[in-house]
Structure formats: C-alpha cells, structure tokens
C-alpha cells in the first residue's frame, strides 16, 4: 500500500468514527466497536512478537491487566487525566515488556509460550493480593463528568480506542517495512542465520517485547473506565489472551494487516453473536474459527489473499 | 597480503562427553585460501560454528584481525567481518531473495555499506553469484542450488574480511562446482580471505593454497594440496587408500 493511501485511510476512517458520534445515540454500538477495536489493539500488540518476531506469547491478558490497574492505582492515588493514565499503562506495560524479555527470551519455542502464561499467573497474584486496588474482590471506577464534547462518555471512549488502534496500525506497519522489522523477520525465520548476518537478536527480542508490551498496557488503561468495576477475572480473562492469539492467526501473522483484518472478522461476529445468539456462544466462535482458518488456511486471510494474487499475476 | 587475519589457539569443545575439538590450533593469513577436509563428525563444523560465535569453545581463544573474539557475540563477530555459509541452507524464508540480502547488508556491513544504496549493493552481490534473475523470488521456493548460492550470496552481503564456505558445493553438478569456484577465486582475488569446507575434493585441492585435515577433533595433517594427498595420516583417515 502506498504511503499517501495509508494515511488517508487512517484519517479517513478516523473522520468515520467522529461523524459516527455525531449521528448515532445509541450506546450499545460505542460499547460493541469499543470492543472489538480493543481487541484489534491486542492482536496488533500481540503481533509484532508473535508474528514478526516468531515468539508465541501467551500472557496477553497479564500485560492488559497492568495497563487496567495502572489506570486503577494511579486514579486512585492521584486523580490522573485518562491521556496521561493511558501513557502510564503503556509505560509499565512495556517496562513489564521488557523484564520478561530479559528473563525469558533465551527460552526458545513452546518454553517461551508458557513461560508468559506463567508470568500472567504471577501478576494475577500479585494484583489478588493487593488490596489498594480492590484485591479479589475488585473495585469500583467512578465515570468522570466530563465528556469533552461528546454527548457520553462511551462516545468519548470510543474515539480514544480508535485513535489508540489507528496509531498502533502505523506503528505496526512502519515497524515492519523498516529495517529493525527485517532484523525481526530473520530472527523468526532462523536466528542462528540472523546473528551470522550481523543482526543483535538479543536486542531486536528486547525491543519487540517492550513495544508488545506497552502497546497492551495502553490497550488495558481505558479498560476500567469503560467497565467501571474492575476485578482481576475480568482484567485478566483467559478468553483477552486466546482472541490476541487467534485473531492474528486468523487474519494472517506475517503481515502489519493480518491482525487488523482478523481482529475485525472475529470481534464483529462475536459481537453479532453475542446479541443475537447467546454471549457464551461467542466463546465457540472463535474456537471454531480457529480450527477452520488453521486447517484450511495456515497462513491466515492475508496469506490466502495473497496466494489468489500471485496466481492471477504469473 | 599478509600478516594474521585469525589465528585459533588451543581450542577444544565437547559435547557432554563427546569431545568435538581437541586443542586446535590454526593460523590464517589474510588473503588466504584455504582448505578444511576431514571426515563426516570430524569438528569441521564445530570449528568454524565456534569461529563465527554460534557456539562458544570451552577452551582456547580466537584472535581475529589481532583482536581477542573469543566471548565476542555472534553478530559483532559477523559486524568484525567474519562471514559463513551454512551446510544446510537456512534462507529467511519468509523474504524476497534480496530482502534476504539486505539483512546482512544493514546488519553486519552497516558500517561498511554506502548508506541508503542497500537495494544496488544487494543487486551488484546478486549479479556476482548469478541470482539476478531470482532476486524477487521467495527465497523458501528456490532450487538447492540456487539456495547454496543464496548462502554464499547472504556471506558475502555481510562484506566479510573472512569467508568461511561450509559445504557449498555439496549437490551441486560439475559445471555448478566451477561456477562456484570461479566466484570464490573472485572473492579472494578481490582480499576476502576463504576457508572452505568441502568434501569435493579435486575442487578443495584446486582451489586451497594450504589445507588442514582434522580427525576425531584432532589437526592431523597441514600443509599444501600436493602433500596432503600423500599423507598416510589423511589417506587412513579420510581419503581411503
């Protein structure tokens, strides 16, 4: 995609978002996008480790978490503005990042995998036991007043999460044409090759881990605003980390679109499901969506696209 | 040319109780051919694995260029100019050819490289190795022959002072051996220094100035092409009487 194109369509379906604010009242469609943008912003997140970088993480939902209770213990403590909440998830988030890169990135394959479910467990504990955050039991989020000049504050939410999500997009996507994103591209096809071609795997994991890692913490730091009660089965769902793992595998990994593609697939039919059908159904659809798109179609709808392309152009 | 490029003091590595290198060492001039024989499990690999940093020796030490390498990591080590094929080819096999190129053209020859003329130098190292015509391919679809040349082509992107060819001719037809060996004459003639694994061995004794025989982990036999093919030491060992 050309440069110029990109960003029109960033900007353009930034404008989209905005006119949607000023023409629908309905807040069940703000909660609906806000969701599934909040799941695209994972799966991009998760993408630049998992599919750039080859490194199959498994511990989205701790680096969510840590975003939300950022959010939680710093409007707690300091009555914070949410732009400056939202920066404080992302930087603990990637600081967070980064220490299980230090610790863990030397584990290859599926010792990596369960190495992040089990970091996400240990953080789980912590924030259980941490009662100025609410503990188990969790807490309650007050929706601040104020709305800028939007008619709610889900209007407003929603807006946040689109800006947030199209930045990811266009750091996602200059990550991967750059020349760091070819240095993580070697290392997941063969990092033994990529160090005898010169490339610091050791730094490039490092680098890829935190932006992960802050990406997903500032995924997690509107959170509590937009659920108002925040406890640690919510913040740290199992079913946050399988959709950042199975909407990239959907969409396809080793593309900057394959996640965006895949987060919208997916989130919109579990939404659709959700009210149509039943809101555990749409726990099976992901399941089942994953099964199909592996079997059928490894390398996920970009890798499908693709393939239709190359035979149409000999 | 001459003085030192690499010199190999003592080196030994083990594997558990497998002891892969035994006290090897080894001196390379700079401009040097030369040749690495010996049979399949000898630690030919193990060695240049332990020169060019993917593996560390237990004992011993590596100079390269007067330098102390030997706790130097893999990629400064490649970024110093040490540059190797792999035996068995491992292209990025989610790239481009030439993106395959501009890995190590970034990377390791960073330094090097005429800044923001990756993509020509990457074509001009393409031409020289005869993968021109591939160069926008997917590297994961090539032939085994294009894909040895793909190694020998990502080394050489690295702007090596030191080659090290691990069996880039293996499979490859008679003409493809001369081809490959016209190249790597190239090389050295333009003062990239070569030390080539090869079990082909007319074109091991063509090309090398020196070879060193291993066995067992052990340098048994050293000397030129003509006295190494009348050693009983290597004869026993490797070429069969």
């Not at chain 2, 491992?90 to 990377?107: G, I």
């Not at chain 2, 001719?169 to 220094?193: F, H």
């Amino acid at each position: 995609m050309k440069s110029a194109a990109f960003w029109g369509a960033l900007a353009a379906i930034f404008a989209a978002g905005l006119a949607l604010t000023g023409a629908v009242a309905n807040e069940y469609y703000y909660n609906a996008l806000y969701l599934i943008l909040q799941a695209a912003l994972m799966a991009i997140a998760w993408n630049i480790l998992g599919g750039f970088t080859g490194y199959v993480n498994f511990g989205s939902a701790g680096f969510f978490a840590i975003g939300a209770y950022t959010t939680v213990a710093l409007n707690k403590a300091l009555g914070l503005p949410l732009p400056l909440l939202i920066l404080a998830g992302g930087a603990v988030g990637g600081l967070v990042g980064l220490g299980l890169g230090y610790l863990t990135l030397r584990l290859k394959g599926v010792y990596f995998a369960i190495a992040t479910l089990a970091m996400a467990i240990v953080i789980e504990t912590l924030v259980i036991n941490w009662s100025y955050v609410g503990g188990a039991k969790g807490t309650y989020i007050l929706t601040p007043e104020k709305h800028l000049w939007f008619d709610s504050y889900i209007q407003m939410l929603f807006v946040v999460m689109l800006l947030l999500t199209l930045a990811a997009v266009a750091i996602s996507r200059m990550l991967s044409s750059s020349r760091i994103g070819r240095g993580l591209a070697a290392i997941r096809d063969d990092e033994v090759a990529a160090e005898c071609a010169g490339v610091p795997t050791l730094r490039l994991k490092l680098v890829s881990t935190t932006v992960m890692g802050a990406m997903m913490g500032v995924a997690g730091a509107p959170f509590p605003f937009f659920v108002t009660f925040v406890d640690p089965s919510s913040a740290f769902n199992l079913f946050i980390a399988v959709n950042a793992i199975a909407m990239p595998m959907i969409g396809g990994t080793a593309h900057w679109l394959g996640p965006v593609i895949g987060a919208l697939l997916v989130g919109t039919t579990q939404e659709i499901v959700k009210v149509t059908v039943s809101s555990e159904m749409n726990v099976l659809i992901v399941g089942v969506m994953l099964v199909v798109f592996i079997t059928l179609a490894p390398q996920g709808i970009v890798g499908l696209a693709r393939k239709h392309l190359r035979r149409r152009k000999p | 040319m001459s003085g030192e490029l690499l010199r190999v003091t003592r080196l030994s590595k083990r594997f558990g109780g497998f002891v892969a290198l035994d006290n090897v060492s080894l001196s390379v001039r700079a401009g040097e051919r030369l040749g690495l024989i010996g049979p399949n499990g000898s630690g030919k690999t193990t060695l240049i694995t332990c020169i060019s940093g993917a593996l560390y020796n237990d004992v011993g030490e590596i100079h390269f260029e007067g330098r102390d390498v030997t706790r130097l990591l893999p990629h400064l080590r490649a970024r110093a100019g040490i540059a190797r094929s792999f035996q068995i080819p491992k292209p990025f096999a989610s790239m481009t050819v030439l993106d395959n190129l501009r890995v190590p053209l970034e990377y390791a020859a960073r330094s090097r490289a005429a800044h923001g003329r990756v993509l020509d130098e990457a074509m001009r190292v393409l031409e020289l190795i005869g993968l021109v015509h591939r160069a926008h391919e997917n590297s994961a679809g090539l032939t085994q022959v294009d894909m040895r040349k793909l190694e020998l082509a990502r080394a050489l992107a690295a702007k090596p002072r030191l080659l090290i060819s691990d069996e880039v001719m293996a499979g490859l037809a008679p003409n493809e051996v001369a081809e490959v060996l016209a190249i790597l004459r190239k090389l050295n003639n333009s003062g990239i220094t070569i030390i080539m694994i090869e079990h082909i061995m007319h074109a091991v004794m063509r090309f090398s100035e020196r070879v060193i025989c291993l066995d067992a982990g052990q340098i048994i036999c050293e000397g030129t092409p003509e006295s190494i093919v009348q050693d009983a030491g290597v004869q026993r060992a490797y070429l069969g009487a």
